[in-house]
């Protein structure tokens, strides 16, 4: 009887080489300090880098939308109370919500990816890049709708 | 005057001292047909596993192949080989055939099983594993590979459980030296890992990555560093929840300067995490050169 152990599962293309990825826990900076959108444009170029699955995609931009709705929602709650509370923590927070789910996305592909002993790409440039670019759209964006 | 059975057992006594590069000398010293002998491919390719010349592995075991056909050995080692360049696909391909000749071989299972976890195949890596732990569960590629699964898995207490089991079985087994040093410095014990890759060094100086390991802990105890020692002991996870909890209790309890001061305290403790760890590396690194 055949061993499905002993049946070849590798597909020559599937692991060709791609740009290298960003370390997943290194994701919580750019979450923080950028807010839900900057951790989830790079959250989504990392995925694609690592190759991972399509639902692992869609969970990854549904907590991005979910973590930019959330923000608004509670932003607007906080400028409709009049309450002198710290806005810029919900952005935090939102952003770590969605680095939670991508964290859980990418940690096995990424762990996977060290044994093929694959070094990780620096974040340095890209996170600061998604900070003040993304981070400045998503807090003008949440300017605007607090006025409207 | 040594027999061709002389030179081909002390040319296999010194790869188990693990001095390859003799090994490697003592072979190109055997006689033509002696060279050419299955033996002799299979000790070569050895040598050159152990000094890690991939390359050459591959060269040496196809010819090998070519020459006597089918060997389970070889094949496992240009598997091994071609995992180490990338070639997924062709190393498995090679594993296959070894354990088509050797379906029970424990050395076998396990890299087959090491090649499936680097693909992210963790539930097939998962059973081959448990076959070559059925048939000798306290072999040092059993442990090795059951730590690379529950690496792979993001299952890091049960790596440090499987380090812990596997330097209590082979105390002085550079494998396991060196994964007690992975799994304490994956928990942010950096001192333990400096010593266990230290040790893991010191009884294999053949093998360069343990002495980089070693270098690259020794990074991580610089006193520049200190600050971020609970960040590496708590996990970022944890160290973040404990935090943003701290800031947004005092900033419930009314103590709003003590919540803004803790934040701005975190925000710098942040930047420094980021910042720190590549300028030490880089400041040491200057400092090993000069």
Not at chain 1, 63 to 88: E, H, K
Not at chain 2, 131 to 157: N, T
Not at chain 2, 249 to 262: D, E, F, K
Request: net charge positive.
């Amino acid at each position: 009887m055949a061993d499905d152990l002993f049946t070849p599962t590798i597909a020559p293309a599937a692991y060709e080489a791609r740009r290298p990825p960003w370390r997943p826990q290194s994701l919580i900076f750019p979450a923080v300090f950028g807010g839900p959108t900057a951790v989830t444009v790079l959250a989504l170029v990392n995925g694609r880098r690592l190759g991972v699955s399509r639902p692992a995609h869609l969970a990854v931009l549904g907590a991005g939308l979910a973590g930019l709705i959330a923000r608004l929602a509670l932003t607007l709650a906080i400028f409709d109370d009049g309450a002198n509370r710290p806005v810029r923590l919900v952005g935090a927070l939102a952003g770590g919500l969605v680095w939670l789910v991508a964290s859980a996305t990418q940690k096995r592909p990424f762990r996977a990816y060290e044994l093929r002993s694959g070094q990780p790409a620096s974040l340095w440039l890209p996170g600061l890049g998604a900070v003040l670019v993304l981070g400045f759209v998503e807090a003008a964006l949440v300017a605007l709708v607090a006025v409207a | 005057m040594t027999g061709p059975g002389t030179q081909l057992a002390r040319v296999a006594q010194l790869l188990e001292l693990n001095r390859p590069e003799q090994a490697l000398a003592e072979v190109g010293r055997l006689p033509a047909p002696l060279a050419t002998s299955p033996l002799a491919f299979r000790l070569r390719a050895g040598a050159l596993t152990v000094l890690d010349r991939w390359d050459d592995v591959v060269a040496v075991a196809r010819q090998g192949l070519a020459e006597h056909g089918p060997d389970a050995e070889l094949l496992g080692r240009l598997g091994l080989a071609l995992r180490h360049r990338r070639e997924h696909a062709l190393a498995e391909r090679a594993l296959l055939d070894a354990l088509a000749i050797e379906p029970e071989n424990p050395w076998l299972l396990c890299q087959y099983a090491d090649l499936c976890c680097a693909v992210g195949q963790t539930d097939k890596a998962r059973r081959l594993v448990e076959r070559a732990a059925a048939i000798v569960p306290d072999a040092p590629a059993v442990f090795a590979s059951r730590f690379q699964l529950a690496y792979a898995r993001g299952d890091d207490r049960a790596a440090e459980r499987v380090a812990r089991e596997f330097l209590g079985a082979w105390p002085d087994n550079p494998v396991a030296l060196a994964l007690h040093g992975v799994a304490a410095a994956q928990r942010g014990r950096v001192g333990t890992a400096h010593r266990a890759f230290g040790q893991a060094a010191a009884h294999d100086p053949t093998d360069a990555d343990y002495a980089d390991a070693a270098w690259e802990t020794l990074v991580y105890a610089h006193p520049l560093l200190l600050p971020l020692r609970p960040l590496y002991r708590l996990g970022i996870f944890r160290t973040w929840l404990l935090a943003l909890g701290v800031i947004v209790l005092l900033s419930a309890a009314g103590l709003n300067v003590l919540a803004g001061l803790s934040a701005l305290a975190w925000m710098l403790f942040c930047v420094w995490s980021w910042i720190a760890p590549p300028l030490v590396r880089r400041m040491v690194l200057g400092r090993w050169r000069s």
